[in-house]
């Protein structure tokens, strides 16, 4: 019975430390213990004292609750339900996001691939000009609402 019990506490005590993105041997520097004591304790192993447990707990920040012994972890619970691991990671600052201007003077349009002479139809014209043709040919329109009329 004490050894399913020093199992599971074990396991509390991982799962703290990898919520809190600790690495076992930040935690033993933090505890003044060894990491194989750390890793000891984690398995569940009757290594180590009552000190070195005690260290773990305050280098996890629950030195002050001895319920963390008998209840589970709600921090941990909590991050645990956002993201579950398997080991601590190092933690990465963002990627900075690039730079793209929203508005942009739209750039020449081609209407069509092939090479074209200047002044010949479907040569590249920016928006604007294109936008200037057509108010030109709608009132050209307006004046003579017959194409086919020409003189």
């Known amino acids: 019975m004490i050894w399913v019990s020093l199992e599971r506490l074990g396991k509390r005590i991982k799962l703290a430390r990898l919520v809190r993105n600790l690495t076992q041997k930040q935690i033993a520097e933090r505890a003044m213990i060894s990491v194989e004591t750390v890793r000891g304790i984690e398995r569940g192993e009757p290594i180590g004292s009552f000190c070195g447990f005690l260290g773990i707990l305050q280098a996890l920040g629950a030195s002050n609750q001895m ?53 010949e139809i479907g040569e590249a014209i920016t928006l604007e000009d294109m936008m200037k043709v057509l108010r030109e040919s709608i009132e050209k329109s307006k004046k003579d609402p017959d194409p086919s009329n020409k003189k």
């Open 67 to 119: 319920d963390f012994v008998l209840l589970d972890d709600p921090t941990g619970t909590v991050l645990m339900q956002s993201r579950v691991r398997k080991r601590a990671a190092p933690i990465r600052p963002p990627e900075p996001i690039p730079y793209v201007p929203i508005r942009q003077k739209p750039k020449l349009t081609l209407v069509r691939k092939e090479p074209v002479k200047k002044g």
